[in-house]
């Protein structure tokens, strides 16, 4: 009987262990390319916000606060995906019509992540409203 050649037991285990090697170097940079990817995506979104909140005040002559990703949609003409991964918002202490000029200031938060974007920002800043630009570090 003609016996046919296979593998060994140990070139199967090194086999198993070198690509499972391979993917515990690679999921941490995989982590963190997905983590760049969501924070470009609250940027960019932050930024058509903005834009509408100018746009709104032209129309209106005041800027508009907002409860959530929907309610922003609606109030500024936005096509913001209410199910992503960050909650766009514009909270109403952070809109101050009556001083001179009025000013806004728009969030994105995600769990304890937040982003967010003042009507002079010329991107958005990796903390939430509370904090001045000056404080926040840019990205």
Not at 82 to 98: D, E, L, M, R
Request: proline residues 4%; charged residues 20%; negative net charge.
């Amino acid at each position: 009987m003609l016996s046919r050649p296979s593998f060994s037991l140990i070139e199967l285990i090194t086999v198993i262990i070198v690509i499972s090697l391979l993917v515990l170097l690679a999921f941490p940079t995989y982590l963190s390319v997905q983590r760049r990817i969501l924070d470009r995506e609250a940027g960019t979104h932050l930024t058509l916000i903005q834009a509408a909140e100018k746009s709104y005040r032209i129309e209106e002559r005041a800027y508009v606060d907002t409860a959530n990703t929907t309610n922003t949609n609606e109030l500024l003409g936005l096509d913001l995906s209410p199910t992503g991964h960050w909650s766009y918002s514009v909270p109403t202490g952070f809109v101050n019509n009556a001083s001179n000029p009025p000013t806004f200031c728009a969030e994105a938060t995600s769990g304890g992540e937040a982003w967010h974007i003042d009507q002079d920002d010329h991107e958005a800043a990796d903390c939430d409203c509370a904090l001045t630009a000056a404080t926040c570090t840019g990205r």
